[in-house]
């Protein structure tokens, strides 16, 4: 009689198939730890700024800018303001801390891969600036609700659209304007702002940064200190054989770097946001980035771009990070009065230029004048001869001609439901997340600044309110 077969092991698949699990279960929770960590770090440091920069109270910042974007997992995030110790801290159900450090003159930054009090050590010596007080008038009026009927307007009609802008058109807050101001003719014409907000409320422009880091490139180009046509000394890129070296600041204005970046804020592990809060340093984070295409064959949106070019004004400013980082100060806010203004660095002291700088509306409207005025202030030249056709000239690669050189020459769909005809040929824009508009219409003398809270699309159609305004100015 033959004995029954033994059954045959399989050690081998059972470790194996351990072995997978276990790597499974620590992707999964490196993917969770990830989405943590940039919560937390947009969490802290939207609080942060908006507490120390903006003036406002920390309830009301969780309350409006948090909680009602991200009815989720943002709520498990608790924060806590130290006044005193000019900080914020968020932590997810108690872990994982975050910590966000206020430096006068310089905003927030995330202390990310490097210590809380060695980030608040590294503090600016500013000189005074130019206070609120101080700030030189508008040709005309600067008081609110004061404003006569200039020849031509229809001021009622004017003020319907304003009133229009800020009321909301379901039941539940969504287009969340905060601060209108349009100027004509160097004129404020129309000013309003939502309740607990007001002239020298200092907001977030978001991706408007990008085309303040028009302008200071445009400085450093007057001074001789850049050119568009020469490479940028980016240290990621400095080996003889890659090809990362052709690219130009010219390149780089244009959105055309050819660079791999993912430009979604929807994907809390894709690169802006990581970029943006889970790093340390922005820029290098950009410039690892390989080549999807090659330089000046593609247009491609990208906040890292950006970053990359604010890290090269470092070395074109020269001196040490006190003379670069109170360069947009002196090169820009002050000679045009704009007290409020504020570009916030990363850990690694590189300003983010994509995404964080603030103003009010009012000093938003002096930095569109400045380009309304072929970058003349006051008679004093600022931007070089050139520099503003240069900007708003259609980059090679960008459908359509949407595109200049960190200046949008047609809104973006989202902020454009109505389509962008009707508006004036002339009209180009800086545009930022959930809404941040600044407009100039060089053939009708206008600056328009929307500045909000509007999430999603067709919240804010800001074609639609420049058609509205063009029709009584």
Same mark, same amino acid.
């Given at each position: 009689?033959?004995?029954?077969?033994?059954?045959?092991?399989?050690?081998?698949?059972?470790?194996?198939?351990?072995?997978?699990?276990?790597?499974?279960?620590?992707?999964?929770?490196?993917?969770?730890?990830?989405?943590?960590?940039?919560?937390?770090?947009?969490?802290?440091?939207?609080?942060?700024?908006?507490?120390?920069?903006?003036?406002?109270?920390?309830?009301?910042?969780?309350?409006?800018?948090?909680?009602?974007?991200?009815? #989720?997992?943002?709520?498990?995030?608790?924060?806590?303001?130290?006044?005193?110790?000019?900080?914020?801290?968020?932590?997810?159900? %108690?872990?994982?801390?975050?910590?966000?450090?206020?430096?006068?003159?310089?905003?927030?930054? &995330?202390?990310? #891969?490097?210590?809380?009090?060695?980030?608040?050590?590294?503090?600016?010596?500013?000189?005074?600036?130019?206070?609120?007080?101080?700030?030189?008038?508008?040709?005309? *009026?600067?008081?609110? !609700?004061?404003?006569?009927?200039?020849?031509?307007?229809?001021?009622?009609?004017?003020?319907?659209?304003?009133?229009?802008?800020?009321?909301?058109?379901?039941?539940?807050?969504?287009?969340?304007?905060?601060?209108?101001?349009?100027?004509?003719? !160097?004129?404020?014409?129309?000013?309003?702002?939502?309740?607990?907000?007001?002239?020298?409320?200092?907001?977030?422009?978001?991706?408007?940064?990008?085309?303040?880091?028009?302008?200071?490139?445009?400085?450093?180009?007057?001074? %001789?200190?850049?050119?568009?046509?020469?490479?940028?000394?980016?240290?990621?890129?400095?080996?003889?054989?890659?090809?990362?070296?052709?690219?130009? &600041?010219?390149?780089?204005?244009?959105?055309?770097?050819?660079?791999?970046?993912?430009?979604?804020?929807?994907?809390? &592990?894709?690169?802006?946001?990581?970029?943006?809060?889970?790093?340390?340093?922005?820029?290098?984070?950009?410039?690892?980035?390989?080549?999807?295409?090659?330089?000046?064959?593609?247009?491609?949106?990208?906040?890292?771009?950006?970053?990359?070019?604010? *890290?090269?004004?470092?070395?074109?400013?020269? #001196?040490?990070?006190?003379?670069?980082?109170?360069?947009?100060?002196?090169?820009?806010?002050?000679?045009?009065?704009?007290?409020?203004?504020?570009?916030?660095?990363?850990?690694?002291?590189?300003?983010?230029?994509?995404?964080?700088?603030?103003?009010?509306?009012?000093?938003?409207?002096?930095?569109?004048?400045?380009?309304?005025?072929?970058?003349?202030?006051?008679?004093?030249?600022?931007?070089?001869?050139?520099?503003?056709?240069?900007?708003?000239?259609?980059?090679?690669?960008?459908?359509?001609?949407?595109?200049?050189?960190?200046?949008?020459? *047609?809104?973006?769909?989202?902020?454009?439901?109505?389509?962008?005809? #009707?508006?004036?040929?002339?009209?180009?824009?800086?545009?930022?997340?959930?809404?941040? &508009?600044?407009?100039?219409?060089?053939?009708?003398?206008?600056?328009?600044?929307?500045?909000?809270?509007?999430?999603?699309?067709?919240?804010?159609?800001?074609?639609?309110?420049?058609?509205?305004?063009?029709?009584?100015?």
């Amino acid at each position: 009689m033959t004995a029954p077969a033994r059954p045959v092991r399989r050690p081998r698949l059972w470790l194996a198939a351990a072995a997978g699990a276990v790597v499974l279960v620590l992707a999964v929770g490196y993917l969770g730890w990830q989405v943590i960590f940039v919560g937390n770090g947009y969490v802290a440091k939207t609080v942060c700024s908006a507490v120390f920069v903006s003036g406002r109270k920390t309830q009301a910042v969780l309350d409006a800018d948090i909680h009602s974007n991200d009815p #989720g997992i943002l709520r498990l995030v608790t924060v806590e303001v130290d006044r005193p110790g000019l900080a914020a801290r968020s932590r997810f159900l %108690g872990f994982a801390e975050r910590e966000v450090v206020f430096r006068e003159g310089l905003g927030c930054t &995330l202390a990310t #891969g490097v210590a809380a009090q060695d980030l608040a050590s590294r503090r600016l010596s500013l000189s005074p600036g130019i206070s609120v007080a101080q700030r030189k008038p508008w040709p005309s *009026r600067e008081r609110i !609700g004061v404003l006569a009927a200039p020849r031509g307007i229809n001021m009622s009609a004017l003020d319907a659209a304003l009133e229009e802008a800020f009321a909301e058109p379901g039941a539940a807050p969504a287009r969340r304007t905060r601060a209108i101001v349009v100027v004509h003719n !160097g004129t404020i014409v129309a000013e309003r702002y939502a309740v607990s907000y007001g002239p020298d409320s200092a907001l977030p422009g978001w991706s408007m940064t990008k085309s303040t880091v028009n302008a200071l490139v445009g400085v450093l180009v007057r001074e %001789g200190k850049l050119g568009l046509d020469s490479p940028l000394p980016v240290p990621e890129w400095s080996a003889p054989d890659d090809p990362r070296r052709a690219i130009t &600041l010219r390149q780089l204005l244009h959105m055309a770097s050819g660079l791999d970046f993912t430009e979604s804020y929807g994907n809390p &592990l894709g690169d802006v946001l990581w970029m943006l809060f889970g790093t340390g340093d922005a820029a290098g984070f950009a410039a690892r980035k390989a080549l999807a295409t090659a330089p000046g064959q593609g247009w491609a949106y990208s906040s890292g771009t950006t970053n990359i070019v604010a *890290r090269a004004l470092r070395q074109a400013v020269g #001196g040490g990070e006190a003379d670069y980082l109170a360069f947009p100060r002196r090169a820009l806010f002050e000679p045009l009065g704009m007290a409020s203004a504020v570009i916030e660095p990363d850990a690694s002291g590189t300003f983010v230029g994509s995404s964080f700088m603030f103003a009010s509306a009012r000093d938003w409207a002096r930095f569109g004048l400045l380009y309304l005025q072929d970058g003349v202030w006051d008679g004093n030249r600022i931007l070089p001869e050139g520099w503003v056709a240069f900007s708003t000239t259609p980059a090679p690669s960008a459908p359509g001609g949407v595109y200049g050189a960190h200046f949008w020459l *047609r809104l973006p769909t989202l902020y454009a439901q109505s389509g962008n005809e #009707g508006l004036p040929h002339d009209a180009y824009h800086a545009v930022g997340h959930e809404g941040q &508009l600044l407009t100039i219409i060089p053939s009708r003398r206008l600056v328009v600044v929307r500045l909000g809270l509007s999430v999603g699309r067709g919240v804010w159609d800001h074609a639609a309110f420049l058609r509205r305004l063009l029709q009584v100015i």
